[in-house]
């Protein structure tokens, strides 16, 4: 942190958000969002909480800010590996599990942006202002056309549907993380009656059926609506 004590302009509060911004990014790195608490925070910080809540209103607000960067790095460095991975001459077919394969591949080292995703909708648009709830949304609207605009470069038969395969996406991207990452007693309970183990997920195989799933849905319903 800065030696003053006080942010008394706008260049020293940027300084303040920033570090505030990076001590979550290294929690973020030993610890699920779910452990990530204010009061950790700011002790690491080395500000009162009362503080840094001077600077971002909620624990939430901290996380989305973050969860939106994340998410536009992700979509940016997702660009060349799809142009690596989609082959344009492939039947659409080939291409739709192309896609599904590269996005699952790419999300292989983004566990904080997975684990932000899946605590999106249930915890982190809570406890927020609807200024900031506003803010977020829109960039997550911006966030969603980017990736349906990839979509699209490679299955361009998606037509205006895009962009619901791109939140679906998302949503999915969520939705497997926390499934694919059971209780501890959960755990136990597959041990126990290995039967039950048929319930169980492994995010990369699961989710790229599931995104090949959707992406081959879409474009069939793209086709009816011709």
């Keep these: 942190m800065s030696s003053f004590q006080r942010a008394r302009n706008d260049e ?3 300084i303040r958000r ?3 911004l990076d001590v979550t990014v290294a929690m973020l790195d030993e610890m699920p969002v779910s452990a990530v608490s204010l009061n950790e925070l700011s002790r690491r910080v080395g500000l009162a909480k009362s503080n840094v809540l001077r600077y971002f209103e909620s624990r939430e607000a901290i996380l989305l800010e973050l969860l939106d960067h994340d998410w536009k790095e992700w979509t940016e460095r997702l660009a060349p590996l799809l ?3 989609v082959d ?6 080939e291409r739709c599990e ?3 394969s590269v996005v699952t591949a790419s999300l292989a080292e983004r566990r904080v942006l997975c684990d932000l995703l899946s605590a999106q909708a249930g915890v982190l648009e809570h406890n927020v202002s609807p200024e900031v709830a506003a803010r977020y949304k829109r960039a997550a609207v911006a966030n969603v056309e980017s990736l349906a605009a990839l979509a699209l470069v490679h299955l361009p ?9 791109a939140a679906a996406t998302i949503m999915t991207i969520g939705v497997v993380w926390t499934h694919s990452r059971p209780s501890q007693a959960m755990l136990t309970a597959y041990d ?6 048929a319930l169980s997920m492994h995010f990369g195989p699961t989710l790229q059926e599931m995104i090949a799933t959707l992406t081959t849905g879409t474009l069939a319903r793209a086709r009816t609506s011709m």
């Design 12 to 14: 020293q509060r940027a």
């Design 192 to 197: 126990a009656d290995p039967s039950l183990a």
């Design 83 to 85: 142009a690596a991975g």
């Design 88 to 93: 344009a001459d492939a039947p659409v077919d």
């Design 18 to 20: 920033r570090a505030i």
């Design 157 to 165: 038969e998606l037509g205006d549907r895009a962009a619901q395969l």
């Design 98 to 100: 192309q896609f599904a």
